[in-house]
């Protein structure tokens, strides 16, 4: 059963750090790649940043950059997400999202729980 984890947010100052993690079980994490994204009270969900494990490829939305690092740890099955000089507009529930394969040739969105960012000003 494919699970992914979210741990690591919590409330900061503007300007501050917090380093989210996404614990992944469940498929061959080196052959995929993991997302996070996030949605803000009212706003609809939006994707942050993009890895692709296999070679270490990044992608990030506008906004993030350069202020977020995202990485894998292949040893822990887990992706961080580095987020520095936060801003109060980065408030929101952060989740993992993965697509995994299945042997009859679905792909199938899997999602975590979700971890809060809460950004005072």
């Known amino acids: 059963e494919v699970q992914l984890v979210e741990s690591g947010g919590g409330l900061v100052q503007a300007g501050g750090s917090l380093r989210l993690s996404c614990a992944a079980s469940g498929f061959t994490f080196d052959e995929y790649a993991l997302a996070w994204f996030r949605q803000a009270p009212g706003e609809d969900r939006e994707g942050v940043a993009y890895?692709?494990?296999?070679?270490?490829?990044?992608y990030y939305a506008d906004p993030v950059i350069p202020r977020f690092i995202i990485s894998s740890n292949d040893a822990k099955n887990s992706v961080d997400l580095q987020m520095n000089s936060l801003k109060p507009e980065d408030t929101a529930v952060y989740y993992c999202?993965?697509?995994?394969?299945?042997?009859?040739?679905?792909?199938?969105?899997?999602w975590g729980q979700g971890t809060q960012v809460t950004v005072s000003s």
């Open positions: 999202n993965t697509l995994v394969s299945t042997s009859d040739h679905r792909t199938l969105s899997y």
């Open positions: 890895i692709r494990i296999s070679d270490g490829s990044a």
